[in-house]
């Protein structure tokens, strides 16, 4: 099959599109023809080597967590899914960006989505309604989504707002009219955030969802005067050290299924910014590593 991979770490300079063996799928796991696969920082953070020492991978590693295809393969024991059902889900940490994917959670894609946003709710998904999941019941409750126009907090915004949430989020200044259109309160993030939540939000904010990792998680705590009203996904040290809930995605099916169900109804319909062919891999990573994507950056196969 044809896949992109790195061979060492480094720049995204090192990805080359080349022949690799086919995958195949082992107990519990289906292969599927990759129609779309997503790009997340996870993807250019191992790339870079940034997380060798956490997350250590064989070199040479085909970058991708997520995708969207047709199964062609079922490993044992699978049930509920059949060979050319269209599927949306997750495989390891490597492995999407290719025609051929194994993944290990999945869920039927809904048919109004096209295979660009399919591929943009795998990890989003499942990282934001854990998130949000942490944080307790939602409706009725003022949350604020740092981050909110990420593949995360974009996700977060539309999932809460179908919970019954009134939702600020924050962005930077270009994306005031995106965070409307996904139901939030916009607002921008950085010095004075208390201040202007204080007039948005007067009777104040229940509970916050950090996707940023900008390092505002202390002034989030001070916010909510409480670290257990705050979840973040991205700032583990700090998260850790704060008391606040620290949150990791998980390769579950019963989330994307969930994900799925809203999209079905309409509620949630991942944003894509961005789409590139296989062949100019590098420059979807140059780009998603600049870190203000809008919604999803997405590899088409
Ligand atoms: N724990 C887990 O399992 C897990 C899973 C998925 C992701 N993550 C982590 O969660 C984070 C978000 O992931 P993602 O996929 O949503 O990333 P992403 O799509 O690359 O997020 C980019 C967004 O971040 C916003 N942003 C940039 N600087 C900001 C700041 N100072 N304050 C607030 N927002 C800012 C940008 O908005 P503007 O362009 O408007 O600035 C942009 O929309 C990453 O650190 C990722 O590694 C963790």
């Not at 060979?83 to 490597?94: A, E, H, N, Q, W």
């Not at 916010?223 to 579950?252: C, F, K």
């Amino acid at each position: 099959m044809r896949a992109a991979r790195f061979h060492a770490y480094g720049g995204a300079e090192n990805l080359v599109v080349e022949q690799v063996p086919d995958p195949r799928p082992g107990p519990g796991e289906i292969r599927v023809r990759v129609a779309a696969a997503g790009v997340n920082p996870i993807d250019w953070k191992l790339r870079a080597g940034a997380l060798r020492a956490l997350i250590p991978v064989e070199l040479p590693a085909v970058p991708g967590r997520d995708a969207v295809g047709t199964v062609d393969a079922v490993g044992d024991g699978v049930r509920g899914v059949g060979i050319g059902d269209r599927v949306f889900g997750l495989g390891g940490v490597t492995g999407a960006s290719a025609e051929l994917a194994v993944l290990s959670a999945w869920a039927h894609a809904p048919e109004a989505w096209t295979d660009a946003q399919a591929a943009g709710a795998g990890l989003a998904s499942v990282t934001a309604l854990r998130g949000l999941a942490a944080l307790g019941p939602l409706a009725g409750r003022t949350l604020l989504v740092e981050g909110a126009a990420g593949g995360v907090g974009s996700a977060a915004v539309e999932i809460a707002v179908a919970r019954g949430a009134t939702v600020i989020g924050t962005a930077g200044e270009r994306n005031r009219d995106f965070l409307a259109s996904l139901g939030a309160v916009p607002t921008t993030y950085g010095p004075g955030l208390a201040q202007r939540l204080s007039a948005l939000a007067p009777r104040g904010v229940d509970v916050v969802l950090d996707t940023a990792a900008s390092g505002s998680l202390d002034d989030l705590v001070a916010i909510t005067g409480d670290p257990t009203r705050v979840a973040t996904v991205a700032d583990h040290t700090r998260g850790q050290r704060l008391g606040t809930h620290v949150v990791n995605a998980e390769n579950d099916s019963a989330l994307l299924s969930a994900a799925a169900d809203l999209g079905r109804r309409g509620r949630y319909t991942p944003r894509i910014e961005r789409t590139y062919p296989l062949e100019r891999i590098a420059d979807a990573h140059t780009r998603a590593e600049r870190g203000h994507t809008r919604g999803k950056t997405v590899i088409l196969l």
